[in-house]
């Protein structure tokens, strides 16, 4: 008997394993990290060096759920460097910036102020009006850049008037598309809208390269907001993570949604200690990111090229068109050079393992193409006139910032 059961769990346990490594891993892996320094589509796609590897499998293994070590740690740390009284660590951006409003919105019916483009807006699959159940009050801001406190003023809903959605929750983004929200018109923002008891909420997601760009520190930087997130995972080269900082109240009502929304995770240490890794080490290396965004914004001017939203950080919007080229010929010809370059549209983002030797390649790329249709009879003065004259064609801006359909 005891011989049959244990053939049956042989068997079982033969089912059960598997190796998910591949017999050319390390090459692989080494061909995937090439292929990340000559992308532009993200600065999600940074990864893991083999000295964070090293750094994180030395941190605590306790489970978080009950105590952490490492992972108490770096929230502490991360409520120090903000100037809250709490954090807590989340897996993404995402459920950092959902739990945090939800944790803020009590009572609806409520109603969350944000700019058009902001990423709760666009990129969170909803998550406002699915986990809280808020209407979202999107902005388009009229500069083109920035929300301003007349536009806030004017369309926060305030009072009780039975067929509207009060405003709870201002929620600025910092960056917004790599540009830099200027601090005073958050103060300005931040003091109205506290003077109307409205919570103020900020992704902080690339908050990081606001500070490395500016020199003031995170505290100045979140002092305006009641609730920060702030990503690891996004240029700064750890695997997963994201936290999210407010008061001790706060934070521990947060922790209970995180539960709630399935977040309430194991031993994590290693990710923790990626974390720290990334901020001690890779922190200070995002301003060469920045310089070299200025390469790239400065060398498609050069071509020719129209800048649609300059490199303030880390990225760079761009219209090819200004030279008689469409991004579809660009991204083909891209991926068929000899060490091919990743692209997606209209934003290029330059990131801490970006090569400059991917800058160049790109720039001479574009060259390339510029002549070749200069050479066909592209007339980049014809086509500036043409633009300037009856207004068919809009910049990145026009279309995404001031919402105007093109018409060509």
């Known amino acids: 008997m005891a011989t049959d059961i244990d053939a049956r769990r042989a068997k079982v346990a033969d089912e059960v394993k598997f190796d998910i490594l591949t017999e050319t891993q390390e090459l692989d892996n080494e061909k995937q990290i090439k292929q990340i320094t000559r992308a532009f589509i993200s600065d999600t796609i940074t990864v893991p060096t083999k000295e964070m590897y090293a750094y994180a499998v030395r941190a605590s293994v306790g489970d978080d759920v009950y105590h952490e070590p490492s992972t108490l740690a770096l929230e502490a740390h991360m409520a120090r460097l903000t100037g809250k009284e709490a954090a807590l660590f989340m897996p993404s951006g995402t459920m950092s910036n959902q739990i945090g409003l939800r944790t803020h919105l009590r009572q609806p019916p409520y109603s969350v102020l944000c700019d058009v483009r902001a990423h709760i807006n666009k990129y969170e699959a909803g998550g406002t009006a699915f986990h809280s159940g808020a209407h979202t009050i999107p902005l388009t801001p009229a500069n083109g850049h920035h929300l301003t406190l007349p536009e806030v003023e004017a369309n926060v809903v305030l009072g009780y008037d039975v067929h509207s959605a009060p405003t709870e929750v201002v929620a600025l983004e910092n960056t917004l598309n790599g540009t830099i929200f200027p601090q005073d018109e958050i103060i300005s923002i931040s003091d109205f809208a506290h003077s109307k008891d ?164 790109f720039l001479q790329l574009v060259q390339e193409l510029a002549k070749e249709k200069r050479k066909a009879g592209f007339d980049p003065a014809q086509y500036k006139a043409h633009v300037n004259g009856n207004g068919h064609i809009h910049s990145y801006k026009d279309i995404y910032v001031r919402g105007v359909k093109p018409t060509n």
């Not at 902080?204 to 990503?231: M, N, Q, Y």
């Not at 080490?281 to 920045?290: G, I, S, T």
């Not at 390469?295 to 880390?314: F, M, N, Y």
């Not at 991204?331 to 692209?343: G, M, N, Q, T, Y």
Request: aromatic share 8%; net charge neutral.
């Open 198 to 361: 409205i919570k103020m909420h900020l992704d902080g997601a690339r908050i990081w390269h606001v500070a490395a760009s500016t020199g003031a520190s995170i505290k100045e930087l979140c002092d305006p907001f009641d609730s920060v997130s702030l990503c690891f995972s996004k240029g700064l080269g750890a695997p997963v993570g994201s936290c999210l900082v407010g008061t001790k109240e706060y934070i521990a009502k947060a922790r209970w949604f995180r539960k709630l929304f399935g977040g309430g995770m194991r031993q994590i240490g290693i990710l923790a200690a990626s974390a720290a890794y990334a901020l001690t080490h890779n922190f200070p290396r995002l301003v060469a990111a920045h310089d070299l965004t200025k390469r790239l914004e400065q060398g498609l001017k050069d071509i020719g090229v129209e800048i649609t939203s300059p490199g303030e950080t880390c990225m760079v919007f761009y219209d090819p068109s200004s030279v008689g080229v469409e991004f579809g010929e660009i991204v083909d010809r891209a991926s068929k050079l000899p060490e091919p370059i990743i692209l997606a549209g209209s934003r290029l983002v330059v990131h801490i393992q970006t090569s400059p030797a991917a800058v160049e390649d």
